[in-house]
């Protein structure tokens, strides 16, 4: 008898050996939607059931969360190419189910740790809020983190804005110094389309320059997506 839970989920698996024709993995996922220059890396809500045909890996079920597919790179589990990029916004990292119950809950294990928040922001209640507004689908890794790192630079962006308008040099200064590492975080330049680094690097060397109206007009959405976020 097969002791190791793992194993034993692995080899009850029913969809370990079906594959889905690689023309259907192709077309899943270039039905992935992206903003302007910003790679998103999502497969739609519609997506979702047609992959979910071949099963989900014994593996992601004994993580404990639902919003886990155990599908790395390919969409497809069993295809040949399961461990490396299908598509040209596809990379290694595992696909996540953004619809799932307990997504919430996954995401906020995800926040990169590198991606520090201002003294008053509290991670886990950001994450969260980050992640409540996730479009349903399948989302890989890399995106979610670089989604997490867009609004860790906002939030320290209306840090300077805030430390600027109470002559705070201390405060600025620090925020300056995080948005300047920030522009180069892994998981934006691995999703950058074209020109968000340099996006980053020009608020960040305003932000060192102390020139607050070219702050206000770097990544001036930002106020918006920071809506709903807690402090």
Not at 191 to 207: N, S, Y
């Amino acid at each position: 008898m097969n002791t190791d839970p793992v194993a034993a989920l692995a080899a009850a698996d029913p969809a370990r050996d079906v594959s889905l024709p690689d023309a259907d993995v192709r077309r899943l996922v270039r039905a992935a939607t992206s903003r302007p220059r910003r790679r998103r890396w999502i497969l739609p809500t519609a997506a979702i059931a047609a992959v979910c045909a071949v099963g989900i890996p014994g593996a992601a079920v004994a993580s404990g969360y639902l919003a886990r597919t155990g599908w790395f790179g390919s969409p497809n589990p069993g295809s040949p190419e399961g461990t490396r990029p299908v598509g040209t916004e596809a990379d290694g990292s595992e696909w996540i189910d953004t619809s799932a119950a307990d997504y919430g809950d996954y995401a906020v294990t995800l926040w990169p740790a590198y991606a520090t928040l201002p003294p008053a922001y509290d991670t886990a209640v950001f994450a969260r809020a980050v992640a409540a507004d996730a479009p349903e689908g399948l989302r890989q890794v890399t995106g979610i983190r670089s989604e997490f790192e867009q609004n860790a630079r906002c939030a320290w962006r209306a840090e300077w804005l805030d430390a600027d308008a109470l002559g705070d040099a201390s405060r600025a200064a620090t925020a300056a110094e995080t948005l300047t590492a920030a522009a180069t975080w892994p998981a934006t330049v691995a999703t950058d389309g074209g020109g968000i680094v340099e996006e980053e690097r020009t608020l960040a060397a305003a932000a060192t320059a102390g020139d607050r109206a070219g702050v206000e007009s770097a990544d001036a959405w930002c106020g918006e997506m920071l809506e709903g976020r807690a402090r």
